[in-house]
């Protein structure tokens, strides 16, 4: 199974941007990097994802590392409803995540 | 449109009791899945349908079965429950299987006594 090394929890004060690491040694030249986050008792919902290129949304940006082994997940501004676990997801032939423990981002006032 | 919907929202069990838990999908998506998670921890898969008629194990099967009864549902059931078994079961939806946006129900939580 694919491996993504994220840090346990981080600490941002509102509207701030935040940076959120993952490490991903593995990948291989066909996985996508997927981000999803899950707020306090709710399912998981998507954020972005990308392959080589950096990417944005309305949500956040996507920045890859040139050798995909790492990337970054950007919240421009944080707010409070930001507070949730991030998951970075190596998205498999077959669309089989593999999800890890994640990042705990506190959003401080 | 309702998305993944779930249910029961919470469920209470004795062990060896057996249940099923009903997922159904309004996206016309053609993959659903199921996941668990236990405190603390990710999700982890217990089996996927790619499309209709077809399913497969995940990393934690042992212990489920699961039925894709038409294209909108995806059930999973529990023969013998074990206290193991306690946890938040997530099932999710995507259009295809390969690497597409997986969209998750709101949960059901489990406790085996």
């Known amino acids: 199974d694919a491996k993504t090394t994220q840090p346990n929890s981080m600490e941002s004060n509102e509207e701030e941007p935040v940076h959120l690491p993952c490490n991903h040694s593995?990948?291989?030249?066909?996985?996508?990097i997927h981000w999803y986050r899950q707020l306090p008792s709710q399912g998981p919902e998507y954020v972005i994802h990308?392959?080589?290129s950096n990417v944005n949304n309305r949500m956040a940006s996507l920045a890859i590392a040139e050798d995909r082994k790492s990337s970054t997940l950007i919240l421009h501004r944080a707010t409070l409803r930001d507070a949730a676990v991030y998951y970075c997801i190596l998205g498999l032939t077959g669309n089989q995540f593999y999800f890890g423990t994640g990042t705990s981002l506190t959003v401080i006032p | 449109n309702a998305g993944v919907t779930q249910t029961p929202k919470f469920q209470v069990l004795k062990t060896g009791q057996s249940m099923t838990l009903q997922c159904a999908q309004d996206?016309?998506?053609?993959?659903m899945y199921w996941y668990r998670q236990d405190p603390g921890m990710g999700l982890r898969l217990i089996y996927y349908?790619?499309?209709?008629?077809?399913?497969d194990k995940g990393e934690v099967p042992n212990g489920y079965n699961v039925s894709r009864l038409n294209k909108r549902e995806f059930s999973l059931r529990l023969e013998s429950a074990a206290p193991s078994q306690t946890s938040v079961y997530f099932c999710a939806s995507s259009e295809q299987r390969n690497q597409e946006t997986q969209y998750f129900g709101p949960g059901t939580r489990l406790l085996v006594l």
């Open positions: 349908s790619a499309s209709e008629g077809t399913t």
């Open positions: 990308g392959l080589t």
């Open positions: 593995t990948i291989s030249g066909t996985d996508y």
């Open positions: 996206m016309n998506h053609n993959s």
